[in-house]
């Protein structure tokens, strides 16, 4: 008989999670434009037809890997949303609870919408990912605020502009905090609610 | 006699801004990494030899374009101090009136420094040039909030987070106003102004 030595195998989904964390990362500390198909497959441990047979091109997985870091972020919300009753700040505690958590990947994500809005190049699914996500982050902060404000647990205040107040500086904490080399963003997450949270008037700062 | 046609001949001061101009204008929609020295030449007009009589290389080129821009928010800053005793923000009202007035040089400058940060190469004179520029930061808004909260014009607040919320927020207007493609640079530093008055106490929401 003989013995058959056979590589471990993943499952298609986890290989091509594979792939998206690997090209997430070399995507989110370089740049689109430097970063090949063939540094990704090294950096994943794969062959570069495994990457050609899950994406298309290079532009299908950079799409991919945005959809990828912002599904994350909208997962981990959904699967916590409900279990916020005890938070004086409901849905958007949440958002920033989940922000805490997979810190890594947003700075990522962020940094990839930067490099990509900067450059003369446009697309149009790319535009649309990006769009979403601030459109969602700008419907739980001011859901959140009205839910607050009608409840009278918050003072009354403009939610438009507190709402862009707080998303600005969520875009502020993760775009600029490997500027900042400060290591902070856990702390940054947490002022920011202490600060929300006595702008609103529920307790003193 | 013959007629001379000559070029038109710029001071070498303005020659070298021209360079900066271009540089940081490719390095800031760019990636540092796949912009050359020919394309910056091809950008401002000038030849390869005139941008290595000014810079010695492409790192030199490019501490200098970061330096450039830093250069031009504190030079504006200091311009106009002093003018500043009607306005409730007083310098930190400045502060954020030069961001306003050169928000595109600034949104270049942000996009370098995210670019440089997030690169694992480092260099020690960027790494000090990004740390003068946030500490500086930090001294005009804590000398601000101490002053007119000594002066009773402000309530009392903590001064260190404030600071850092109110730094966070300029963060994410510049580093951010790119991938919300909202063009509001102007608006949003008006609303971060209206927003850290009213926490102050200073006027109603």
């Known amino acids: 008989m003989k013995t058959v030595r056979q590589r471990q195998r993943l499952a298609p989904s986890k290989r091509s999670q594979l792939i998206l964390d690997a090209a997430l990362q070399l995507f989110g500390t370089s ?10 497959a090294l950096a994943c441990g794969v062959n570069v037809g495994l990457i ?3 994406f298309e091109n290079k532009d299908h997985l950079f799409r991919s890997v945005l959809a990828y870091a912002v599904g994350q972020l909208m997962a981990g919300y959904e699967e916590r949303r409900g279990f916020s009753d005890s938070d004086p700040l409901f849905d958007l505690g949440i958002w920033l609870d989940v922000h805490a958590t997979i810190a890594p990947t947003l700075t ?14 446009r697309d149009a699914e790319v535009d649309r990912l ?7 982050e700008r419907t739980v902060i ?34 600029a905090s ?15 609610r202490e600060f929300i949270l006595s702008f609103l008037g529920v307790s003193q700062d």
């Open 52 to 54: 050609y047979h899950y």
């Open 108 to 121: 990522r994500m962020v940094k990839i919408m930067a490099d990509y809005a900067a450059f003369d190049v």
């Open 142 to 175: 001011e859901r959140t605020l009205k839910r607050g404000i009608a409840a009278g647990t918050y003072r009354s205040v403009q939610v438009k502009k507190l709402a862009r107040v707080i998303g600005r500086n969520l875009d502020g904490i993760f775009h």
């Open 31 to 40: 740049h689109y434009s430097i970063v090949t198909v063939r540094e990704i």
């Open 178 to 192: 490997a500027s900042r080399g400060d290591n902070r963003i856990a702390a940054d997450i947490q002022e920011l």
């Open 130 to 136: 990006v769009a979403d996500f601030y459109n969602h």
